[in-house]
């Protein structure tokens, strides 16, 4: 609900602007990474996905690349609107960890009118 | 939200009392998990299921318990609430199929606790 937005790191854009989340993740052994949207109110939506011998990935509208160097992940969209308003959350799955995610804490994006 | 319900939706509930919220699913997916989301946190894991009876503990499952007893109902139980289990519970169910690991999420329970 509206408290998940509260403490977390914001991103406040232009309506038409693109916009970038960030995300660094820990373990250098996860394998497979997820981005999802949590509007207020709502459970958390799966957004795009990438595994750990993909450098990019593109679906529409969005794109996430992978920084397997540097363990930083990042969400790009495109001609942010509106409804694009909400939490975004990075998770990882460790390689071997049976369908587990680890979850980030999130980026309130804001998209101004 | 994928064929997955939650109920109750919203609880208040006392100090000391047990709590259980249900989660149920029509996708016949064959992991269940559930999280809680606080201020500050991200999604933290309670407990998940790999099948029925089938049970394991994440990262925060103290004072909790959960049962399946079905493949489509995952309980998650409070045996005796507190203040700090004040929360937002959330169930999920993934299949692993193709190498993604996808979660689905329900809508969410708010419990209090006074």
């Known amino acids: 609900g509206e408290s998940v937005g509260l403490h977390l790191p914001t991103l406040s854009v232009q309506e038409g602007d693109n916009s970038i989340i960030n995300c660094a993740y820990s373990?250098?052994?996860?394998?497979?990474f997820i981005w999802y949207k949590q509007e207020s109110g709502k459970g958390p939506q799966f957004i795009i996905d990438?595994?750990?011998?993909?450098d990019k990935r593109q679906g529409q509208r969005v794109t996430v690349l992978l920084n397997k160097t540097v363990k930083h992940l990042s969400l790009q969209i495109a001609a942010t609107q509106p409804g694009d308003s909400a939490v975004y959350f990075c998770?990882?799955?460790?390689?071997?960890?049976?369908?587990?995610?680890?979850f980030g804490t999130g980026t309130l994006l804001a998209v101004q009118p | 939200d994928a064929g997955i319900t939650q109920s109750p939706r919203h609880k208040v509930t006392e100090t000391g009392t047990p709590v259980t919220l249900r989660c149920h699913q029509t996708?016949?997916?064959?992991?269940m998990y559930w999280y809680r989301q606080d201020p500050g946190h991200g999604l933290r894991l309670i407990h998940y299921?790999?099948?029925?009876?089938?049970?394991d503990k994440g990262e925060v499952s103290d004072g909790y318990s959960v049962s399946r007893s079905k493949t489509e109902d995952f309980l998650l139980t409070l045996e005796s609430a507190t203040s700090s289990q004040t929360s937002v519970y959330f169930c999920?169910?993934?299949?692993?199929?193709?190498?993604?690991?996808?979660?689905?999420f329900g809508p969410g329970t708010r419990l209090t606790v006074t």
């Open positions: 373990n250098s052994a996860s394998d497979y």
């Open positions: 990438i595994r750990s011998n993909m």
């Open positions: 999920a169910i993934s299949e692993s199929t193709s190498g993604s690991y996808e979660q689905y």
């Open positions: 299921s790999y099948g029925v009876k089938d049970t």
């Open positions: 996708e016949n997916h064959r992991y």
């Open positions: 998770a990882e799955k460790a390689r071997g960890a049976t369908n587990k995610l680890i």
